[in-house]
Nanobody
Framework: QVQLVESGGGLVQAGGSLRLSCAAP????????MSWFRQAPGKEREVVAG??????YYADSVKDRFTISIDHAKNTVYLQMNSLKPEDAAVYYC?????????????????WGQGTEVTVSS
């Protein structure tokens, strides 16, 4: 079992920035694909960004604004979110697969964090 612990959500004004963190104590991400998903009220959970053996990937809606990165020494995945928009408001989830192959669908992931809420005021 992999425990994922997210942090970093909060309230920010439109145009502002937040950095989300996803820690996996005692685990390494070198053999697992990792992604950030988000889910807004009444909407399906959607992939935001991920990192796999082939590199990072992003949803079109966040390209050039969000950056995913991994600190292997800290077993932590980050999502740097810049130029936030009201439509970015959602609960953000960190997810891990048992395979290093990336995936963009929620049902492809084996482990999930508890979520961290991001609110963007206009």
């Amino acid at each position: 079992q992999v425990q994922l612990v997210e942090s970093g959500g909060g309230l920010v004004q439109a145009g502002g920035s937040l950095r989300l963190s996803c820690a996996a104590p005692g685990r390494t991400f070198s053999t697992q694909a990792m992604s950030w998903f988000r889910q807004a009220p009444g909407k399906e959970r959607e992939v935001v960004a991920g990192v796999s053996w082939s590199g990072p990937y992003y949803a079109d809606s966040v390209k050039d604004r969000f950056t995913i990165s991994i600190d292997h020494a800290k077993n932590t995945v980050y999502l740097q979110m810049n130029s936030l928009k009201p439509e970015d408001a959602a609960v953000y989830y960190c997810a891990a697969r048992r395979t290093p192959v990336g995936g963009r669908k929620a049902d492809e992931y084996d482990y999930w964090g508890q979520g961290t809420e991001v609110t963007v005021s206009s």
